[in-house]
């Protein structure tokens, strides 16, 4: 456990080193009864006085995430469930890997990637029977047949360049005026956010998101030493108005503006002018996640903030993983200046370029009406799953629970009153074969813990009326027990 401290931040040393650990503890990077350094060994690792150490270890000791027992030393208390981590458990003769430091301070998304729940409601992807998997599979046949050295042959680091002139005739759709050479392909918007953060995050760099945000995001972002700062949501998206409240000079601002994960939320038009404002002002960067746009239900939602930026402000991220294919992981990264030079850069040292295969598969895909025929199909199909959660919702959810109904994407959010924790509803589920998103994945440092995503178009539709039943029974049990177990007022 390597901890690195920014000794120029206005964050206190312990409470910088407590935070550290917390997070480890709380993505299960630290399992339950691992033990920690004593308060001199960790005194000497982060380079502070053992006042400095102990407060640190008082601090998590109250919050219940260590116990600190006479003679034996201080472990890990965190109660930890193998439904609650992605981990898997480690052979005893292992051991030894854990004296060897690493730099990730957090993993919350791999808690909830790649479960085997029978019904998971908790990835945010399209149900693969929704998605054009045979004529993907014809465009890809097509290209290796008129082309079989392309398997053998690197590409172009940025990309493709007649995809990457497609992909500016179809972003024109968004009001986005791009030359291929500001376009960038990426192996899905997860690297496009990792290249970002490896190009210009470093200790101790201040980076706003909305708070909840994308899990993964927050993990990028810890992971290069950032102090994050979460901005709350309502239904117009961020309050961008709270942002004069912050007294510290922002690097890099993360938003996903349309159809906001997890919460749905679509950032205003009045709250897009300002917050692309208000990033001029600081020099700041807008990192624009635009990965659901096109699915809207009824009405669009507003032209992407890159559409307004002329100054190079905005670095603009599409994907295709959730609209036409995660398997072919095909990504898009617009930026502008030398912001592209650098992310160029980047990707350069990451891997060389996204396959050709599958970028010539999806360019002849867009090309065609394929496309816009598919989304419209797919947006329709995704509205009447919305519209039949959400009646389920109404007519088995328990008293106290409110949800959003969204107006497109993929997820709806759920909140509990106070008080209540979905982790321990999310273990209960594992038990029955069903998975959601619990809040506290979405949050960096303290997290909101009595929210939930739960996302209408991953799975079958027999399977997805079970799944909300299911939760909604064991929501309206662990409400009544926790009640009555804690006095808490039910609502």
């Known amino acids: 456990m390597k901890i690195v401290l920014n000794r120029k931040s206005d964050i206190s040393l312990s409470q910088q080193i407590h935070d550290h650990i917390a997070d480890r503890i709380r993505s299960n990077l630290l399992k339950e009864n691992s033990p920690l350094p004593s308060i001199r060994n960790l005194a000497k690792k982060c380079n502070v006085s053992m006042m400095t150490a102990n407060k640190a270890y008082e601090t998590l000791e109250k919050e219940g995430l260590i116990t600190r027992i006479q003679g034996k030393g201080t472990f890990v208390q965190k109660k930890t469930n193998k439904a609650l981590s992605g981990l898997e458990e480690q052979s005893p003769s292992f051991n030894w890997q854990l004296t060897i430091s690493d730099y990730l301070p957090r993993a919350q998304s791999i808690r909830f990637n790649n479960r085997h729940e029978r019904i998971q409601l908790s990835q945010s992807t399209v149900y693969p029977g929704l998605l054009p998997n045979r004529h993907l599979e014809q465009e890809i046949k097509k290209v290796l047949s008129d082309d079989p050295q392309i398997l053998s042959t690197y590409g172009d680091i940025k990309g493709d360049f007649q ?34 953060a490896r190009s210009f995050i470093g200790p101790g760099d201040i980076v706003i998101t909305e708070g909840p945000t994308y899990a993964v995001a927050i993990d990028v972002f810890r992971g290069r030493g950032a102090t994050i700062i979460p901005i709350p949501v309502d239904e117009e998206g961020m309050k961008v108005e709270l942002l004069s409240k912050i007294d510290k000079k922002p690097k890099l601002i993360y938003t996903i503006p349309s159809f906001q994960n997890p919460t749905g939320t679509v950032l205003s038009n009045k709250r897009r002018s300002k917050l692309l404002t208000y990033a001029q002002m600081h020099g700041a960067i807008i990192v ?27 670095i603009y991220l599409k994907g295709f993983s959730k609209t036409l294919s995660p398997g072919c992981r095909i990504g898009v990264v617009a930026a502008s200046g030398t912001i592209y030079n650098r992310l160029l850069s980047a990707k350069t040292m990451a891997d060389l370029g996204s396959p050709l295969v599958t970028q010539k598969a999806i360019l002849s895909f867009i090309k065609s009406n394929k496309m816009k025929s598919h989304l419209q199909k797919l947006r329709i199909t995704l509205k009447i799953r919305r519209d039949h959660v959400v009646s389920l919702l109404n007519q088995y959810a328990p008293d106290g629970v409110h949800w959003n109904t969204c107006q497109g994407g993929l997820n709806i959010w759920l909140t509990l009153p106070p008080f209540y924790h979905t982790d321990e509803i999310f ?14 994945a979405c949050y960096p440092g303290e997290p909101e813990t009595n929210h939930m995503r739960i996302c209408f178009s991953s799975v079958e539709d027999q399977l997805l009326e079970e799944g909300i ?17 804690s006095n808490i007022p039910t609502v």
């Open 469 to 485: 039943i299911l939760l909604c029974q064991l929501l309206s049990q662990y409400l009544a027990t926790t009640a009555n177990q």
């Open 163 to 196: 995809f990457r002139k497609e992909l500016t005739n179809y972003l024109k759709q968004f009001k986005l005026k791009l030359a291929p050479s500001e376009v960038l392909i990426t192996n899905g918007v997860q690297q496009g956010i990792d290249l970002v």
């Open 288 to 314: 624009e996640d635009d990965s659901l746009s096109e699915l809207y239900f009824d009405s669009k939602p507003p032209l992407p903030l890159k559409s307004m930026d002329e100054e190079g402000h905005v």
């Open 427 to 440: 273990i209960e589920a594992n038990k029955l074969g069903l998975s959601f998103l619990p809040s506290s």
